[in-house]
Structures are given as structure tokens and as C-alpha cells.
């Protein structure tokens, strides 16, 4: 079942007009709840995350939050799902093409649900990660339907068989093409400062309390790219990637590094290669955040 406005509807009945400004203009803003043993997870911290985004560019939420939290809520329900993600957006609304605010529109708002699970591979073994110029605007705090230069970003990384986009401006790392980014340096943990360069992650939120909670030091401080390659851990932290460690960064291997030795035939050149593996403060957090979900590691 989808969320269509005030109804639940099948996905057949879900009809969203070419004049909808999020088609036009991506004229909107959305929310991705994770969801565990059937429950919307940080719930109250999405939903004024989404509060922050719709007044930011100025949509009027469609209902009371309150309403809005019983319609998530339903969703869920209805869609039976114990484990996995809910999408929700909700756009300007319809009217004729033409940049200002339109007068008398209604925001639309859907939402549905996906069973998705836990992303253990990548949260054990790590995954590797390129490097891109931030070309996204000044307001990454708000969660808006543009997604282009993430999208782009994304796609860059993708051909390039690496896990995720780390984007930086002018050399200072700011986030990556969909999760928040942590490097540990000598035991402290440093992330971007949570202003207009970075959507405020809620996992990312969650994360300082748990470390803080575990007496691990944290600086909301920005890191250069010299310092993301020189850290003896990074990781990323996004409500569906979770805490993911970052293994290599352009190619480089990230932190706890060892050579490896593979022997070749004798009088043939012996091959040395540089591996790496997930850091101590990385599972410490990802034990805790496991924790706190109450699933056990
Ligand atoms: C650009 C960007 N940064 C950070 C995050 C992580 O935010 P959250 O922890 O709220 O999922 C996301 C999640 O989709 C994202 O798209």
C-alpha cells in the first residue's frame, strides 16, 4: 500500500500529475525512516528534521505532524514491515509551470514502505571510496527532492567500482553523495560541523551521544582531505548504511594497514599489496549503535 495524501491506495491508484512541481522543479522535500522490529526508528528526530526542511523552503506540512506520525505509522502497519525503510516526500504541489509560488496549491504527499535488510557486508569488511569535488548549493542542510549533483556524484563513484562519493570543498571534506563521514584520528572522532554544508544526518546525531556515552572523544571540526587519507579510521553513517567503515579512500588504503605478501614463483618479483581493515573505535561504535537498535551484533 502507498501513502497518497490522506489515503492508503495501491500503487495503481496513485495518480501524481506532470504539473506537480517535483516534477518540474524538484519542488520538495522528503524523509527516510529506517524501520526495526516494525518500528519507525528515531522517529521524533525525522520528523522534525522534515518539520526544519518544509519550513526552510517554505511548503506547509499537508496535516498536523501528529497526523502525519499516525499515517507513517499506518503505513507501516498496513505494509506489514518489520525490517526495512520508509520513503516519504512531499512536494509544492500542482499547478502551471512557472517559477513563483503558485497560489492555491495543495502539497502532495506520499510514502511507502520497503522491506530492506541490516547491510552486514559492507558494515564487516568496509567498502572503498572516491573522492569528489562538492558541487551541490549552500543549503545541504535541507532534505529537498534535488538530488542531482549526489545523483552524478553517486554514478561517478559507481563506475568507478568504489562504494561511495566523500565530496569535499576546496580540499575540506564536507559529507558523501548519501551518509554523513567520521575519521578517528589518535582516539578522537572528527566530522563535519553540522551547518549549511551538510544534511544534519540523524544517524550522525545518534552516533555523537553513543561515542559520547562511550567516553570517545569528538570534535565537530572539518578535516582536509590530507587528513581524511592520514586517519587511522573513517567511516560513514547513514540511516540505511548504518556505520559503514571506509577501507580506501582514492585508492589508498584508510588506517590499520599491513602488507600483504603474495610469493610468486621463485626468480619472479614478489607482489606486495597494502590491505585494510575496519578500526577499534569504528566496531565500538557500530557495537553500540547495534546496541541501542536492540539487535544484538
Ligand atoms: C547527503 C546525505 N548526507 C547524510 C545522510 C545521512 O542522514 P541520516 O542519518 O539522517 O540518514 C544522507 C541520508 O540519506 C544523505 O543523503
Not at 522517529?43 to 501528529?66: D, G
Not at 512536494?91 to 502551471?96: I, L, S, V, Y
Not at 573522492?131 to 568507478?160: F, M, Y
Amino acid at each position: 500500500m502507498i501513502l497518497f495524501n490522506d489515503r492508503f491506495v495501491s500503487k495503481e491508484e496513485v495518480h501524481v500529475s506532470m504539473d506537480d512541481r517535483g516534477y518540474y522543479f524538484g519542488d520538495g522535500i522528503y524523509e527516510v525512516f529506517r524501520i526495526y522490529n516494525g518500528i519507525l526508528f528515531e522517529k521524533e528526530a525525522h520528523l522534525e528534521r522534515l518539520t526544519r526542511s518544509a519550513e526552510a523552503v517554505r511548503i506547509p506540512l499537508p496535516c498536523s505532524l501528529t497526523e502525519l506520525e499516525r499515517r507513517l505509522e499506518r503505513l507501516v502497519a498496513l505494509n506489514g514491515i518489520n525490517e526495512g525503510t520508509l520513503y516519504m516526500q512531499i512536494t509544492r504541489g500542482e499547478a502551471k509551470r512557472a517559477h513563483p509560488f503558485p497560489e492555491d496549491t495543495k502539497p502532495v504527499l506520499t510514502g511507502y514502505c520497503t522491506e530492506v535488510t541490516r547491510p552486514m557486508k559492507a558494515m564487516m569488511e568496509g567498502i572503498t571510496a572516491v573522492t569528489l569535488p562538492d558541487i551541490r548549493w549552500l543549503r545541504c542542510d535541507i532534505k529537498s527532492l534535488n538530488l542531482l549533483p549526489n545523483i552524478l556524484a553517486k554514478q561517478e563513484a559507481v563506475e568507478l567500482g568504489r562504494g561511495e562519493a566523500i565530496l569535499h570543498r576546496d580540499g575540506i571534506v564536507t559529507e558523501c553523495s548519501a551518509s554523513n563521514i567520521m575519521i578517528v584520528k589518535k582516539g578522537t572522532i572528527y566530522t563535519h560541523p553540522a551547518n549549511h554544508y551538510i544534511l544534519h544526518g540523524i544517524t550522525r546525531a545518534l552516533i555523537l551521544k553513543l561515542a559520547e556515552e562511550a567516553s570517545i572523544k569528538v570534535m565537530e571540526q572539518t578535516f582536509s582531505l590530507d587528513e581524511l587519507y592520514g586517519a587511522d579510521e573513517a567511516f560513514i553513517c547513514g540511516t540505511t548504511v548504518e556505520i559503514t567503515p571506509i577501507i580506501s579512500v582514492d585508492g589508498q588504503p584508510v588506517g590499520n594497514q599491513w602488507d600483504k605478501l603474495k610469493l610468486g614463483e621463485p626468480g619472479e618479483t614478489t607482489e606486495v599489496a597494502h590491505v585494510s581493515q575496519p578500526g577499534m573505535i569504528t566496531r565500538t561504535l557500530q557495537t553500540a549503535l547495534s546496541r541501542y537498535i536492540g539487535i544484538s551484533n
